[in-house]
């Protein structure tokens, strides 16, 4: 199948928030700590909520995954292995979340506010029509703006925070290149540029791109915090502003990402022994 990348291409991994390096530290958490971590802040329901976004990208590539039949699904449940990414996840981190990142964190979200932020962001994470909860964020934006609310500008606050280095667009970019190679590679598509030009072809995006992200972050941050109060949110953009959540946040984010690469790129190569139950 020919393949040729046209903007729309990108729209999968909107709400992607990644960066693209792992920070080292001497004073790494011990393991058991580790497994707390991620049950207390929820970055555990986030790794399984990964294996959600699988189900579109065949379209990524111009695919339809409906003509692969259960042979898709099989391919993403062994691909996704949730716990093959929750051990990738602690195995990095043991090496490099401090004790003090990790117990400031903790802190936080063991708070009753931390554990409603937590369970609203859970089931945000793992709700699979994302097309409804992009809609429905946005229904919700656009009617705090007509209020007048101060709301979005403190939603728009937690999204700056959790992405503080500014690096989601570039991580994207990175992901969808990976991807897209390891599926030419893999005799999937037919790519008919290279790695060059498609990186050209996404800096020249870069200004819509980075314009869709942001929105894309607002209407979620907008549905997942909806039952919260205004005093709510504002707190927590402030705790997101700290320099240990920030350290939190970082290397939480380059976690996701290189997992999310690591698997795009196997899913890829994968497709290539699939066979399609209809003509695509």
């Given at each position: ?9 990108f729209t999968f991994f909107l709400l ?189 995006n870069e200004t819509g791109m980075r ?41 939480l984010n380059a976690v996701q990402y ?23």
């Open positions: 199948m020919t393949y040729s990348l046209h903007r729309t291409a992607i928030l990644t960066l693209a390096a792992v920070p080292v530290t001497s004073f790494a958490a011990g393991r058991d700590r580790i497994e707390a971590f991620l049950t207390t802040t929820g970055f555990d329901v986030a790794l399984e909520s990964i294996a959600l976004s699988s189900a579109s990208a065949p379209k990524i590539l111009g695919i339809d995954p409906d003509g692969f039949g259960s042979d898709w699904t099989r391919l993403t449940e062994e691909v996704f292995d949730t716990k093959d990414m929750h051990e990738t996840a602690v195995s990095i981190l043991e090496r490099t979340l401090s004790d003090e990142a990790l117990n400031h964190a903790v802190e936080f979200y063991a708070s009753d506010l931390g554990q409603r932020l937590v369970e609203a962001e859970n089931a945000s994470h793992m709700l699979e029509d994302e097309e409804a909860k992009q809609q429905h964020g946005q229904e919700i934006v656009a009617g705090l703006i007509k209020d007048g609310s101060h709301r979005v500008e403190s939603l728009k606050r937690m999204n700056r925070a959790i992405d503080s280095s500014g690096t989601a667009l570039r991580a994207l970019q990175e992901i969808q290149l990976r991807f897209l190679l390891a599926a030419s590679a893999s005799g999937v598509i037919d790519l008919q540029l290279d790695a060059d030009e498609l990186r050209l072809m996404m800096r020249q314009q869709a992200l942001q929105l894309s972050a607002l209407a979620g941050a907008a549905y997942t915090y909806q039952d919260f109060s205004d005093a709510d949110v504002t707190t927590y953009a402030e705790a997101l502003e700290q320099p240990l959540m920030q350290e939190v946040y970082e290397l290189e997992i999310m690469a690591m698997k795009f790129e196997i899913l890829a190569a994968r497709m290539a022994d699939l066979h399609p139950a209809q003509d695509i």
